[in-house]
């Protein structure tokens, strides 16, 4: 089925978003870095990694429908935060604004009748059932490690074996 030009266009989008998820998490990494807390950093990164994987899905299903694809500019993306906890609360914060701009794809491939695009859609959305809950956790424990560096240590350490 040809994919609707309203759709197309959102999914184009959908990959740029992905992508600039990759960057945002790259720069939450490169903090850790300047922090030597490696875990976090590798943690950030492998994250980086999911979100360009998650874009070239996007990406393979416009290819093998055919649909032309764009791709739009990356943003600069900071690469400095005032705290572990801010830079964790901004990883979180774009899952959140991921899962509304997926929610909107989904409703708009239901009401275009894309059938395809919306079973591409569904494991994105349950994807991010499971992104909102891990970043949500791993703030929880960075607000429970609070400034004890021993405390973070630990959870630098845990997040390394990911
Ligand atoms: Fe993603
Ligand atoms: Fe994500």
Same mark, same amino acid.
């Given at each position: +089925?040809?994919? =609707? $030009? %309203?759709?197309?266009? #959102?999914?184009?989008?959908? &990959?740029?978003?992905?992508? @600039?998820?990759?960057? *945002?998490?790259?720069?939450?990494?490169?903090?850790?870095?300047?922090?030597?807390?490696?875990?976090?950093?590798?943690? +950030?990164?492998? =994250? $980086? %990694?999911?979100?360009? #994987?998650?874009?070239?899905? &996007?990406?393979?299903?416009? @290819?093998?429908?055919? *649909?032309?694809?764009?791709?739009?500019?990356?943003?600069?993306?900071?690469?400095?935060?005032?705290?572990?906890?801010?830079?964790?609360?901004?990883?979180?914060?774009?899952?959140?604004?991921?899962?509304?701009?997926?929610?909107?794809?989904?409703?708009?491939? *239901?009401?275009?009748?894309?059938?395809?695009?919306?079973?591409?859609?569904?494991?994105?959305?349950?994807?991010?059932?499971?992104?909102?809950?891990?970043?949500?956790?791993?703030?929880?424990?960075?607000?429970?490690?609070?400034?004890?560096?021993?405390?973070?240590?630990?959870?630098?350490?845990?997040?390394?074996?990911?």
């Amino acid at each position: +089925m040809t994919m =609707q $030009s %309203d759709l197309a266009a #959102a999914l184009n989008a959908q &990959i740029n978003h992905e992508f @600039s998820g990759a960057y *945002v998490y790259l720069g939450i990494s490169a903090y850790f870095e300047s922090l030597d807390l490696n875990g976090f950093a590798s943690w +950030m990164r492998a =994250q $980086s %990694d999911e979100e360009r #994987a998650h874009g070239m899905r &996007i990406f393979d299903h416009l @290819s093998e429908r055919d *649909v032309p694809i764009t791709l739009g500019n990356l943003q600069k993306v900071q690469t400095e935060y005032d705290s572990v906890n801010a830079a964790v609360a901004a990883g979180l914060a774009l899952e959140q604004e991921t899962t509304q701009k997926l929610n909107a794809l989904w409703a708009q491939a *239901v009401e275009f009748g894309d059938y395809q695009a919306k079973a591409l859609l569904d494991w994105f959305v349950n994807e991010q059932t499971e992104e909102e809950d891990l970043l949500r956790t791993l703030l929880s424990h960075v607000k429970i490690a609070g400034n004890e560096g021993a405390a973070l240590l630990i959870l630098n350490r845990e997040l390394a074996e990911r």
